[in-house]
Structure formats: C-alpha cells, structure tokens
C-alpha cells in the first residue's frame, strides 16, 4: 500500500471513529450501524473494514477515547492534597458525575460484546489500569501493610462498588439508588467502611 493510500486509510479511521463517537454519545452502542456510518463518511460500507476492521473494533476505538475523557474528568475533580478518603470520595462522586453527564458513552465502557473466552485488547485493559492507579494510591495510603495482592483486589472491590452504585442509580433500578442521593450514598459508604 502506498503512503498516500496509508494516509488516507488513517484519515477515514480518524473520521469513522469521531461519528462513532459522536453517534454513541447521543444515542448508544446500538446506533453502530455499517451503512450509516458509511454514508455520513462518504465511502463505501467495505472501507469501513478496511480502515477499523469492523464495528466492534470501532467501538473499542470510540470506548479508548472514553476512557481517557474519563480518566481526566476524575483527576481535574479531585484535588490531590486531600486526605485519603476525601479523595476516594471525590473521585467516586466524579464518576457518577460524568457517568451521568455521559450516559450512552460510559455504557458503552461495558457494554462492548465479546465472544465467550476472548479477553480485551491489551491496550484496552491497560485503561483500565490507568483508572485502577488512581484509586490505588489512597488506598495505599489508608492500609501501607496490605499485602500487594490484597491491595489489588480491593482496588477493584471499590471501583466495583462505587461502579454498581452509580449504575444503579442512573438506571433508576429498584434497588433503593435514588438518583438525587447518590453522591451523598458514596460518601457514606466511602466514610463509613474507610474511616480517616
């Protein structure tokens, strides 16, 4: 292939994957639909292929983006000289925030459909360890003594936590989430089961 076709392939990757982005945001990983998205393109539905290899590649490439938008609305919502479970609380609070100011596009994070078996992309998984490194540290902070495997189960534990209230909440499920009491639930739960 030819530097200028590699151009132009990369261009249209660029371009598919902003309407992706775009249609996600307003409408959800179902609005992924090959020929719409090659029409608001200009191209052909196969180019589409060419250029991502297929929808569900693209939506990783769309989720990629998320995920950093997400990363940074945590950190820039968290002042760093708070104490260690002000913090966890801030940056929980931050979540549900932009999990709520962006409700089709953090769906997505997990909505993305895998063949049984078949793990994340590596890069996709190192995300997820970027957004892990930001709970890990006052965590490490709170309890200096736990063991490095323990540490990292609670990691998750708590992004688990805070994950499954959030979800609940913006999906307004019976489970005694309400919306409105959300960031004053995660505090409680943060405050109470991680005291200073």
């Known amino acids: 292939m030819t530097e200028a076709a590699l151009r132009r392939r990369a261009a249209l990757r660029d371009t598919l994957i902003g309407l992706a982005e775009t249609r996600i945001a307003a409408s959800g990983l179902s609005s992924l639909r090959a020929r719409d998205l090659a029409a608001e393109a200009g191209c052909a539905v196969g180019a589409i292929y060419n250029a991502v290899g297929d929808l569900g590649e693209l939506a990783l490439a769309v989720n ?3 995920f950093q938008r997400l990363g940074a609305h945590v950190t820039d919502n968290t002042p760093a000289d708070l104490p260690p479970v002000a913090r966890l609380t801030a940056m929980a609070q931050a979540y ?3 999990a709520a100011q962006n409700r089709h596009a953090w769906r997505a994070l997990f909505d993305i459909e895998r063949a049984e078996g078949e793990a994340a992309p590596d890069w996709y998984l190192a995300q997820m360890e970027t957004l892990f490194a930001l709970i890990s540290s006052p965590l490490a902070t709170l309890d200096p003594e736990l063991p490095a495997r323990d540490h990292a189960l609670l990691t ?3 992004f688990s936590a805070v994950h499954g209230i959030v979800d609940l909440a913006l999906e307004e499920a019976s489970a005694g989430v309400p919306e409105e009491e ?14 200073a």
């Open 64 to 66: 990629a983006r998320t």
């Open 182 to 195: 959300t960031d004053r639930m995660l505090a409680l739960v943060l405050t109470r089961l991680a005291p």
């Open 96 to 98: 549900h925030h932009f």
């Open 156 to 158: 998750r534990a708590l």
